[in-house]
T-cell receptor, first 114, second 112 residues
Framework: DAGVIQSPRHEVTEMGQEVTLRCKPISGHNSLFWYRQTMMRGLELLIYFNNNVPIDDSGMPEDRFSAKMPNASFSTLKIQPSEPRDSAVYFC????????????FGQGTRLTVV | GENVEQHPSTLSVQEGDSAVIKCTYSDSASNYFPWYKQELGKRPQLIIDIRSNVGEKKDQRIAVTLNKTAKHFSLHITETQPEDSAVYFCAASTGANSKLTFGKGITLSVRP
């Protein structure tokens, strides 16, 4: 397995534009997490899914952020409209949630909103 | 919800010395405590984890200890090497199908 795959690796966009980040979890994993990493706030959990169902979205900053998981092999995180303060590295991670197990992280998407 | 705190936020040690990184957590129901290492520009990766039914776990130069009564756990790195320089995150989880809550991370620098 290639691990958790995120795209794009880097995204530069203008304020006000829509941004879509994509994630393919490891095959067979049933939990998927979206994290945002900044110097000031560290690793923040935005939302997580279990069996494609959103379980906890309390970390989503505001209505400009939305996430979907239409099937077990794909998830998106959308920001509309984007703002400069959204600039961060966004990580997707997946795990097999039937036991207490490791979360595997993707390479991350570095988002810059100018 | 769970709150995980790490102390200190930065740590610098001489190569060959030991490093200890401490974390505290707030939710007494937490029962899984992993440690992740993140090198500059890379993804966090698991280096060791411990479950609540165990007090200590070792893997070569690294070890983790857990004190459930005090709600803290620590990462111990012996014989530190320059390649140990990275950001280390602790995390806590209350169990299967639940989320990992991370601490803010500590930057470890190992001086050659």
């Amino acid at each position: 397995d290639a691990g958790v795959i995120q795209s794009p690796r880097h995204e530069v966009t203008e304020m006000g534009q829509e941004v879509t980040l994509r994630c393919k979890p490891i095959s067979g994993h049933n939990s998927l997490f979206w994290y945002r990493q900044t110097m000031m706030r560290g690793l923040e959990l935005l939302i997580y899914f279990n069996n494609n169902v959103p379980i906890d979205d309390s970390g989503m900053p505001e209505d400009r952020f939305s996430a979907k998981m239409p099937n077990a092999s794909f998830s998106t995180l959308k920001i509309q409209p984007s703002e400069p303060r959204d600039s961060a590295v966004y990580f997707c991670a997946s795990s097999w949630g039937s036991d207490l197990t490791e979360a595997f992280f993707g390479q991350g998407t570095r988002l810059t909103v100018v | 919800g769970e709150n995980v705190e790490q102390h200190p936020s930065t740590l610098s040690v001489q190569e060959g010395d030991s490093a200890v990184i401490k974390c505290t957590y707030s939710d007494s129901a937490s029962n899984y405590f992993p440690w992740y290492k993140q090198e500059l520009g890379k993804r966090p990766q698991l280096i060791i984890d411990i479950r609540s039914n165990v007090g200590e776990k070792k893997d070569q130069r690294i070890a983790v200890t857990l004190n459930k009564t005090a709600k803290h756990f620590s990462l111990h790195i012996t014989e530190t090497q320059p390649e140990d320089s990275a950001v280390y995150f602790c995390a806590a989880s209350t169990g299967a199908n639940s989320k990992l809550t991370f601490g803010k991370g500590i930057t470890l620098s190992v001086r050659p």
